[in-house]
């Protein structure tokens, strides 16, 4: 993949966040009669702008695109005409002014649950919670765990796809409880099995709570057998047909369709002799799989597909359907349960528990954007609810200068029947840049030391 592969798939999640909190802010402003004087996508100096509306309000795309603001009629940041005295913002009740701030983050988890039911009523496919083999010595095989259970349910709740599987763990984990697995294996017999989660970690850059059990993925065995051919690929233009078995590669036995992949990737524009049986045959071909580039590397092709690719399928992966009640509730609860978990890890990074190398800053989320882009829409789409609920829970946080820090003035002043003098929320904004600094700086040393060890 290219850098604009990253770059773009991350520049469109950014601004459709950014526009939808944004957004937010300013609907909720207009419906309480607030004046907005600018709405702008970016920081610094506007490099695009038009005036629109009987307010004449400006719509701008700023140069620094991380962010984005929403400019209101406010009296302690210029004169305001008396005959605009009820439209500015200082001058609305306090309710009216949380609710205001509130409906950026707001919009966020909306957007959240919007994508999530757009995707499980429309059906999605996703891996089945299969496991492979448990690694040796680990506590996944003195359970008994085998290659190919299908994991059924935790603690009584129906699981339905490995994503449900490694989230419900890592909840767990969390909370330093076991978990009850109920698994079904290729006998169809069902077996039972409890987890002790008790000291695993979750740490960026480590295995997951999944694997420090001892479980992965279940991946199959796949025989070395030839599917469809790209008709003007390596494989077709050597004389390799569908149905076709290879034996060996350059005298390396081959058994699975892994090993042929390896081979094949590893040797891009270097010939490479194929033996395979063919109707009861054997025979040998020279075959030179083409270059490619991938994640900046060449890489092996000879345009050749596995055959029996549907019956493998039907044991990897599954079509999550819902209708669209069942599809709302599902995305309600994916929503909330992805909130509580983000604030969860925040919570103990403050107190120590888990490390602040799990903060991630924009280069780790550029790369995931790439990545999930690369995978297909869904894992796209998913990839934007998951990053619209963190920045919906990142501005909601008490922090100065954040949508949560205003927020925490306004309900002070609700509470005391009056507003925070101006001293303390110039200290306080001081603090909450030097704390959003300090976050920021955290964050692209961990994208760093990430690349460094990539």
Request: proline residues 5%; contains cysteine.
């Amino acid at each position: 993949m290219s850098l604009l592969d990253y770059l773009l798939p991350f520049a469109l999640a950014m601004g459709v966040l950014i526009l939808i909190h944004e957004y937010g802010h300013y609907l909720v402003a207009r419906w309480c009669g607030v004046k907005v004087l600018r709405f702008c996508l970016g920081f610094g100096k506007p490099i695009f702008s038009r005036r629109l509306g009987a307010d004449q309000t400006e719509w701008a795309i700023a140069a620094f695109p991380l962010g984005g603001y929403v400019k209101m009629l406010d009296e302690r940041e210029g004169p305001v005409a008396e005959h605009e005295l009820h439209r500015a913002f200082n001058r609305k009740p306090v309710l009216q002014r949380m609710a205001v701030v509130v409906a950026g983050p707001l919009a966020n988890f909306l957007l959240a649950i919007g994508l999530y039911w757009g995707l499980y009523s429309g059906g999605v496919e996703e891996l089945r919670p299969r496991v492979a083999a448990p690694v040796a010595g680990s506590q996944a095989a003195a359970l008994g765990f085998a290659e190919g259970d299908l994991i059924r349910s935790i603690d009584g709740e129906p699981v339905d796809t490995w994503q449900d599987f490694r989230w419900q763990l890592l909840n767990a984990t969390l909370e330093h409880r076991s978990l009850r697995v109920e698994t079904l294996n290729e006998r169809q017999e069902l077996n039972f099995h409890t987890l002790d989660l008790k000291g695993l970690s979750v740490e960026q850059g480590q295995d997951d709570p999944a694997q420090q059990l001892g479980l992965n993925l279940y991946r199959p065995r796949v025989a070395p057998v030839l599917g469809g051919l790209t008709p003007k690929g390596a494989a077709a233009q050597a004389g390799l047909q569908s149905g076709d078995r290879v034996l060996a590669i350059n005298d390396a036995p081959i058994e699975d369709w892994t090993q042929l992949v390896q081979q094949v990737r590893a040797a891009p524009g270097q010939p490479l002799r194929f033996q395979v049986e063919r109707a009861g045959s054997r025979m040998v071909l020279d075959v030179t799989p083409a270059s490619q580039d991938e994640n900046g590397k060449p890489v092996g092709r000879i345009g050749a597909g596995v055959a029996d690719l549907e019956l493998q399928r039907d044991k990897i992966f599954v079509t999550v359907h819902y209708g669209p009640l069942a599809a709302l509730t599902k995305s309600l609860r994916q929503t909330w349960n992805t909130t509580t978990v983000s604030l969860t890890v925040m919570g103990r990074m403050i107190t120590g528990e888990v490390s602040v190398k799990n903060l991630s800053g924009p280069v780790t989320i550029a790369d995931f954007a790439g990545q999930s882009a690369k995978m297909g829409w869904g894992h796209y789409i998913k990839f934007l609810a998951l990053i619209s609920i963190s920045l919906g829970v990142l501005n909601l946080l008490p922090i100065p200068v954040l949508d949560g820090g205003h927020l925490l003035y306004y309900l002070i002043e609700f509470v005391k029947g009056g507003p925070i003098p101006e001293r303390a929320m110039i200290i306080g904004q001081q603090i909450g840049m030097a704390l959003l600094a300090m976050l920021m700086a955290f964050a692209f040393y961990n994208d760093i030391n990430r690349l460094v060890a990539s």
